[in-house]
């Protein structure tokens, strides 16, 4: 069975810190896909980044950047230089291939930029 | 491009009484269809998914079930609500092994 974890309920930090956010996952297929996604206060959710189980490389977007690490199955992501828009529930996520289309979210952790 | 539609955005329903929440998307067809609930200050909980018309895969068992009547309408129903049926109820899309794109969610309170 295919299950995420973000053990980080909430983090705090002062502006302009970086900040990391833990996902761990369990899936037995080889071929799957990770997601983060943002969900601000007013509740949508917003995509972040998609990778696939074959692209471990990691990836930069501006201040955001992921680190996927499939022999510790885990898809980190951390912000640098935080900013007070940071703050939001960022939920990261995991859907197998092939027959199995559930799409299965972790708990969320809740990041508080403090300026 | 591709739009999801999700109504209503709040809704205050008596307990015991019926539900019925709608999403649709546009632009797109044969697409994955979900519906997940967040109880206020958790985390996301898939309660139904659904791969095409009339297959609905349900992952937590409840007094809520899921249809599809047409392949990109996807409605979640109760026939008497609960109190522990309040939440924030997000309906989502993709295509197979894709992206997932939300709606805007409807805000559901029972009283």
């Known amino acids: 069975a295919q299950k995420v974890t973000q053990a980080q309920t909430e983090i705090s930090v002062v502006e302009k810190e970086d900040v990391t956010l833990d996902c761990v996952y369990e899936t037995r297929d080889t071929t799957y896909y990770l997601f983060w996604y943002k969900q601000p206060p007013s509740g949508e959710l917003v995509f972040l980044i998609r990778r696939n189980s074959f692209d471990e490389q990691n990836e930069i977007s501006g201040r955001y950047s992921w680190n996927f690490q499939k022999s510790t199955s885990s898809f980190n992501f951390t912000i640098t230089a935080s900013q007070v828009v940071d703050s939001a529930v960022y939920f990261c996520a995991l859907s197998e291939n092939f027959g199995n289309e559930k799409l299965t979210f972790g708990t969320g952790t809740r990041l508080t930029i403090i300026p | 491009s591709q739009t999801i539609h999700q109504w209503p955005a709040t809704l205050v329903q008596p307990v015991g009484s019926p539900l019925s929440l709608e999403c649709t998307v546009e632009?797109?067809?044969?697409?994955?269809l979900y519906w997940y609930r967040q109880a206020a200050g958790r985390g996301l909980q898939l309660l139904f998914y659904?791969?095409?018309?009339?297959?609905i895969s349900s992952e937590v068992p409840q007094n809520l079930s899921a249809s599809r009547p047409q392949d990109r309408q996807f409605i979640l129903s109760s026939k008497k609500l609960l109190l522990s049926d309040s939440g924030f109820y997000l309906c989502?899309?993709?295509?197979?092994?894709?992206?997932?794109?939300f709606g805007q969610g409807t805000r559901l309170t029972v009283v």
């Open positions: 659904s791969v095409g018309i009339g297959q």
């Open positions: 989502a899309w993709r295509a197979q092994g894709r992206i997932a794109f």
């Open positions: 632009g797109t067809s044969n697409p994955n």
